[in-house]
Every structure is written in structure tokens, then in C-alpha cells.
């Protein structure tokens, strides 16, 4: 499924105590943050970007970080080093967008973004190891202790946002140089709530937007006018931002337990079609912050209430669709009880891998094609869970004394199932697996998934998520005994075709290696002549390539291509490549 030799591939970074597969019921609490806030006096100010009288003013506030709660003992040791670092060369450094509104709901944030006033060759002569990424805003990327902090500056996004704007806006003008930059650069975030910035220093939380409101409130909008976030891109031309608000909005919503405003909902509706024109990296990495961070059974619920869970995840909406889920339906399935209980053992600092809920998704659907037998699924799972031990899986799963949920129909009555015939049902559960796997990576049947439901929209989109991950065979082997307790699974995870091709190609280049010179995934370093140093220099060419730090105990376990490739996209993920 997603681990190797049975062992979830995640499991670092899981405390699994129960299996997730367990089928209980869970009630999802809304947290709703209530801050109490106390403006410094005479420190509103408000007037009109195009200066016309008859506009309401929009008040600002700048807000005592001690009663919001957030104390700088919150901020990870590494950010502090980047804030201190900025902050002796003089220069104004903040923390700005969701870590403001994660340390004001008691969250621990994913990561922290600063902003400063250095410009960005300021900051690489601060910093001994960072580079300039050239997106559509230019940040630095700070590395320190293994880790990457992200620094934008308050001047790169000036250009951008100096301009006439199609719908009203209206800009604090009246207040000094240093807030106009800050209100410009809070302006081109996506929320409202994520619209915050936190000076450390002077200990104030600058709201320009209406963030701290929104909070309290439990809301979700958008900070201009949803049909200019959505469609006007905040007057740039490249259509992507909006289709990634539309997901955004979902996410956000789902992890903190918020509401969406109505007029933002209405265009997340109307436009939900616009995610076809994302790419596939930016598509799974939305996917996999909805699922892999402990808010899946709230994200899968919004994604069906919108719309978009039929473009996504075809195969899932055709699910909801042919039991009858409502799309505001309170009450549960299988589906969501299976991420119910996975968002239990996970956290926004502790995710799991993604072929974990991939995984997940193809077990559902296996039972959902065809239900089976309450202890042949409970064995499979705990099989999976405890690392192959079939004779340990059964023997716990004969003893669950607790009832399963009848009202699922993908369980079918318990039959009395002898040793035999459960371990071949077990064996052909993983079979099915494999094979509906094969059909959520095949485009033909993805677009299919919908076809009986012809008001659905079209969604081929199986070249674009899942099978952009990591391919994930099952399969199983018998040795001498077809007993349960010499049968065992063998569940292998290889890695991104691209990955392993950038592998083979820096040995090559690192040994000089003839172009004809075959490099399998399972060849050896030393096969090819390398030798310790060899290695050492493979790995620091594979850290620079990639943009991550291979720790010394790691590093002696790159023996082989697919060795390395494999703990790459295990990096990549553990640092947050898909950030908010």
C-alpha cells in the first residue's frame, strides 16, 4: 500500500496505538478562538486609495501580542536565529501570515514566514547558506540547522501592488511610510486571517485587514472582494493564484474548523473548475495539505459540499453519489470514517506520507466495489499496521469484541471464516488493492469514475495527483508452510521516475562515468567504482541539487540509486517543500 515491507512509510513521524482503519464513530469539534483584544489609542487611521468621500472608513489596529497570548517563547529556535540575525544589521523584521494566526489560536504553526525591510541581497549577506527563489513574489531561502526559513521583503511586492486596483480599495494613507508598506504587503494575501503581521521586538500584531475579527468570528474570506480574488488574480495576469484560493480556502477551513463567508463560498462554487488549470505539483501538494495533516474528514466534507471533490477525487464523489450523501450531510460513511480516525494520529507538525492516504483511498473503494467480511478486513489492516505478522493480525482480530458499524455497506455479515479461507481472502483484499490502484493512476478510468452522473463535471485527473506519487506495489510472498504464520506481505514504495533519473545522472557526473554506462536503480556505488569520499561527495551534490540537508546517520545508508532517491523525497516532505 504506502509502506515497505509492510512498515508505514510515515511511521517516524506516527505514534500508532490503534489501527486507522478501525471503524469508530468521531465528533469533530469546532474550535472557535475568541480573542480578546485593546487597541493602543489613537492608533486608527483610515482613508480612501482613490480619496472619494463617500467610502466607509476601513479601521486598523496594532494589538499587544501579550493579549493575544503569543509569547516569542512560541517562535522555533531556527526562526529566531534569522529574526536576530536581520534585526542586529537594523533592519524592521516580522512574522507574517498563518504562524500570526496559528500562535494567536494556541496552533503550532507548519512554519514561519518573516518579512523584513532588508532588501533580499541584504539578507543573503547576512546569512552564510540562502538563496534567492524566483517566484512570483521573490523570497530567500535560509538555510540553518537543517531547516529553511523563508524571508521575503516589504519592497518586492511594491510594484505589484502600487497600482489601480478594478474594485475599491482603501489605504491608510494617512498613517506613516512604515505602514503603508506593511498595509501593501498584507494586501496581497489570500485571507483576511492570514493577513497579520507580529513584530517580536516591539510586541505588536499589526491587523490591517481584519484578520483578528475574522478569528474571533471563525471565518474565512477573502481579503479583497471574492470576484476580484478569484478571477482577477489582484490585477496580474497568470490565472493559477486564484484556483489556488479556491483550495486554500477549503484547507484552511478544514484545519482550523472555520465557516467560509458566504460570498467567498459562492465563488468557490461558481469556480471551482478553474483547479483544472493548476498544474500536477500544485494540485497534490494542496491534496496532500488536506489529507495528510490531520483535517481529512473535514477537507473531504468541504471538497463534496463544493463541488470539488467530483473534479479531485472522481472516484470518492461517485461514492458519495451512488449511497446518497447530501452534500451538507452531518452524519458519516466508511470514507470518512477511515480519515477520521488517521487524522487522529496525525497534527500539522506531524503528517504522514502521502502514499499513507492514497493508500487509504484505495482500500476504500477496494471494499466499496465489493464489501468483505468484517474480520478479513480488520486482519488486513492490523497486518499492515504490526509490520506482515498475519498470525498476530488474526489472532487480535478474532478477539475485537466491540461491534462494527452494520450501517456500512462495505462489510458484509461475519461468515465464521476458517484459518484458510481468511488467509485467502486477506491475500486476494491485497490483490484488489494492487488492482484499484492500477485503475485511480489510469486516465481512462478516472474519467469514467463520474459517467453515470452526466451533470458532473469532467475529470481525467489521475495524471495529476496520484499518479504523480510514488508508486506503490502490493504483493506478498510464501515460504515453505502455507500457513498464516510463514505468510507474509511485501509492500514496496520506489520512487519518482524523475528523481531516480537526477540520481543516476549526478553519479555519473560526480564519477565520471561514460553516458552508455548503465545505472539501475539497484545498482551499488561501489559496482561502479566509487568509494567512500565518492559517496560523501554524491551526497552534498544530492543536497544542493535538491535543496536539503542529509543528516551524517542518514547519509551512511545511500548505498544504491533508489536508496537515494527514496531518502530525498523523505527530506523534501520532512522540510516542508508544500507549504501553506
Known amino acids: 500500500m504506502a509502506v515497505a515491507g509492510l512498515k508505514f512509510v510515515c511511521k517516524p513521524n506516527l505514534h500508532l496505538p490503534p489501527t486507522p482503519f478501525q471503524c469508530l464513530r468521531k465528533v469533530v469539534p469546532r474550535f472557535v478562538a475568541t480573542v480578546q483584544t485593546k487597541p493602543f489609542a489613537n492608533q486608527q487611521c483610515s482613508t480612501s486609495f482613490n480619496e472619494e468621500e463617500d467610502k466607509k472608513p476601513s479601521a486598523w489596529k496594532r494589538l499587544n501580542s501579550k493579549e493575544l497570548g503569543i509569547r516569542n517563547s512560541m517562535i522555533g529556535m531556527t526562526t529566531k536565529k534569522v529574526l536576530n540575525g536581520l534585526k542586529k544589521r537594523g533592519y524592521d523584521v516580522y512574522l507574517v501570515g498563518s504562524c500570526v494566526r496559528d500562535l494567536i489560536l494556541k496552533r503550532t504553526p507548519k512554519d ?119 478571477q482577477e488574480d489582484h490585477g496580474l495576469s497568470d490565472s493559477i493564484f486564484p484556483a489556488a484560493h479556491i483550495l486554500r480556502a477549503i484547507r484552511i477551513a478544514a484545519c482550523l474548523g472555520f465557516s467560509i463567508s458566504k460570498e467567498t463560498s459562492q465563488f468557490v462554487k461558481s469556480q471551482s473548475s478553474s483547479v483544472l488549470r493548476l498544474d500536477k505539483v500544485r494540485i497534490l501538494m494542496e491534496m496532500n495539505n488536506m489529507l495528510a495533516y490531520g483535517s481529512g474528514e473535514a477537507s473531504l466534507r468541504l471538497l463534496w459540499k463544493y463541488g470539488l471533490l467530483d473534479i479531485l477525487l472522481p472516484f470518492q464523489a461517485a461514492y458519495f453519489v451512488r449511497h446518497g450523501f447530501p452534500r451538507r450531510d452531518k452524519r458519516t460513511n466508511m470514507l470518512l ?66 461491534p462494527y458499524d452494520v450501517t456500512f455497506p462495505e462489510l458484509l455479515d461475519p461468515s465464521g471464516l476458517d484459518a484458510e479461507s481468511l488467509e485467502a481472502e486477506i491475500l486476494d ?19 469514467q469514475a463520474m459517467a453515470d452522473y452526466p451533470e458532473a463535471p469532467h475529470s481525467d485527473l489521475a495524471s495529476y495527483g496520484i499518479s504523480s506519487l510514488r508508486t506503490i506495489s502490493i504483493g506478498w510472498t510464501k515460504r515453505s508452510s502455507p500457513s498464516l504464520r510463514t505468510t507474509g506481505f511485501r509492500i ?22 561514460p ?52 531518502l530525498i523525497e523523505k527530506l523534501i516532505q520532512k522540510n516542508g517543500e508544500a507549504k501553506k
Open 112 to 230: 514561519f514566514d518573516i518579512i523584513t525591510s532588508a532588501e533580499l541581497e541584504e539578507v543573503m549577506r547576512t546569512f552564510s547558506w540562502c538563496e534567492i527563489i524566483d517566484k512570483r513574489f521573490p523570497v530567500c531561502h535560509v538555510h540553518m540547522d537543517g531547516t529553511i526559513v523563508e524571508v521575503s521583503t516589504l519592497d518586492s511586492t511594491r510594484s505589484n501592488v502600487d497600482m489601480e486596483f478594478s474594485h475599491d480599495i482603501e489605504a491608510p494613507t494617512g498613517c506613516n511610510k512604515k505602514d503603508h508598506l506593511r498595509w501593501m504587503n498584507c494586501l496581497k494575501r489570500d485571507f483576511t486571517i492570514n493577513g497579520l503581521m507580529f513584530d517580536p521586538y516591539a510586541r505588536i500584531v499589526y491587523d490591517y485587514m481584519g484578520g483578528i475579527e475574522d478569528i474571533r468570528t471563525a471565518k474565512v474570506q477573502t481579503i479583497i472582494p471574492a470576484a476580484t480574488s478569484f
Open 337 to 402: 470514517s477511515f480519515f477520521s480516525n488517521l487524522d487522529k494520529l496525525l497534527a500539522p507538525d506531524r503528517p504522514c506520507h502521502s502514499s499513507l492516504w492514497v493508500g487509504i483511498l484505495a482500500l476504500h473503494k477496494t471494499l466499496s466495489d465489493r464489501p468483505r467480511d468484517p474480520l478479513v478486513v480488520a486482519s488486513f489492516s492490523l497486518a499492515v499496521h504490526n509490520g506482515g505478522n498475519l498470525l498476530e493480525a488474526v489472532n487480535i482480530a478474532r478477539m475485537i469484541n466491540k
Open 429 to 447: 483484499l491485497a490483490e484488489s488493492i494492487r488492482g484499484t490502484l492500477l485503475q485511480m493512476t489510469n486516465e481512462y478510468f478516472v474519467s
Open 492 to 513: 514496496s514504495c520506489a520512487a519518482q521516475p524523475e528523481t531516480l533519473e537526477k540520481v543516476v545522472e549526478i553519479v555519473k557526473k560526480q564519477l565520471a562515468l
Open 515 to 566: 553516458a552508455e554506462t548503465e545505472v539501475t536503480p539497484e545498482t551499488k556505488f561501489t559496482a561502479l567504482g566509487a568509494d567512500s569520499l565518492d559517496t560523501v561527495e554524491i551526497v552534498m551534490n544530492l543536497e544542493e541539487e535538491f535543496g536539503i540537508n542529509v543528516e551524517d546517520e542518514n547519509s551512511e545508508n545511500i548505498t544504491t540509486v533508489q536508496e537515494a532517491a527514496e
